[in-house]
């Protein structure tokens, strides 16, 4: 915590005396033009020196934010290697040739007492703000060396089955041809095998728990639905609704287009049904 104690600045001005009473571990600093002694021997003028304590060293100077190495978004105090330094933009300016807070940050812009930056870009980080947090991040990093695995992209540019994506899920490549879902062999329990991409939550759609074995009505609908859509709606090994129910894991072309466990296959939601998936199973 921040010792309570009164700044005193000396200087024409610049004098500027607050008490540090209210300054803890909790205070928000930032975006007020209120705590530059906080941070600063003196009020800096803008263009002119700085005035930084701790001679510039902003593990001190950022100290609030409790920074211990492999516990924070990027490591900072590091010198990028000759490869990375070439892509690290202007912009994105260094601290004695190392990585370290204002590379990402731009502490100037925090210290005007300005509502509307602090909405637009809450963390004042350089170029912000951004559609995607990620996009800080490929300034100086490949891309193409951090994309997720997608699991659903089964094909590869010729049209052929990756037999590697198949098995993230299977046990082994099942036959596309013949296979049914009973004959399928999976890593693991349904439901856990989506979940360990997908949001963790059981409340899905319409904030219910669907994961439960339909009722009698619910299951004629549901083969109803079948027979209507030319479609399979399958349920787990316990005969409970799950994810793939109403989702196609497949990419299409990974199941023949004539077989019914072929519906809805690359479609956005890879819902198994066109329109409305609640009225595979519910009436109006």
Avoid: W
Avoid at 237 to 266: D, L, M
């Amino acid at each position: 915590m921040i010792a309570s104690m009164t700044y005193a600045v000396q200087g024409s001005e610049n004098r500027s005396i607050f008490s540090a009473d209210t300054v803890t571990d909790l205070t928000n600093i930032h975006y007020t033009g209120k705590y530059c002694e906080v941070c600063h021997e003196k009020r800096p003028l803008k263009g002119g020196q700085k005035h930084l304590k701790y001679k510039s060293n902003f593990d001190q100077l950022c100290k609030c934010h409790n920074y211990k190495p492999g516990e924070y978004v990027h490591p900072v105090n590091i010198e990028p290697s000759e490869e990375k330094r070439t892509k690290i933009p202007a912009d994105l300016p260094l601290q004695n040739g190392k990585i370290n807070c204002i590379t990402c940050h731009d502490i100037y812009m925090q210290c005007q007492d300005n509502p509307e930056l602090k909405i637009l870009n809450k963390k004042f980080i350089r170029g912000a703000p951004f559609k995607k947090r990620t996009e800080l991040c490929f300034k100086c990093h490949d891309d193409t060396q951090y994309r997720k695995l997608d699991p659903h992209m089964q094909l590869d540019q010729n049209g052929n089955i990756i037999k590697e994506k198949c098995l993230h899920c299977h046990v082994e490549r099942p036959d596309e041809f013949r296979a049914t879902f009973k004959d399928v062999k999976l890593v693991g329990d349904l439901l856990s095998i989506c979940q360990r991409c997908h949001v963790k939550t059981l409340k899905h759609p319409a904030d219910a728990n669907h994961m439960v074995i339909p009722s009698l009505k619910i299951a004629a609908m549901m083969r109803k639905t079948e027979e209507q859509f030319d479609t399979k709606l399958p349920l787990d090994n316990y005969g409970k609704i799950f994810c793939a129910t109403c989702h196609n894991p497949h990419q299409k072309g990974v199941i023949p287009f004539e077989r019914a466990g072929a519906r809805g296959a690359s479609e956005k939601t890879g819902k198994r049904i066109p329109g409305n998936i609640c009225l595979a199973c519910h009436e109006k």
